[in-house]
């Protein structure tokens, strides 16, 4: 007769092969929207736009937020730390800096993946 231990083995790992990959790829797939955000917010730094490179800064740093959630790892937190500065910059008007830190954003977001 089988155990119920055995029985709850068998589901926890059967459930974990199903979940985990789908983990993985959600955090891909914000991967892949904040690196998408940051490079509009340094089309419109080099625009001279900073209300555009803020813009684009806060939705690629809602993606670099919940991509972190999902899997966390140092470039992500460092990405996550230069949007934020581009946000603060680009909010004072500086689309130069800002454009600049989005840019140290986007090499940590391409380490990721």
Known sequence: MISRRFVALALAIGLSVFVAPKIGLAADEHITQAISHTKEAITAGKAGHAADVVT???????????????????????????????IDSGKQGHADVATSYAEKALKQLDEVK
């Open 56 to 86: 684009h800064s806060e939705a690629a740093l809602k993606h670099a937020e919940l991509a972190e959630k999902e899997k966390a790892t140092e470039h992500t937190e460092e990405a996550i730390t230069h949007l934020k500065e581009a």
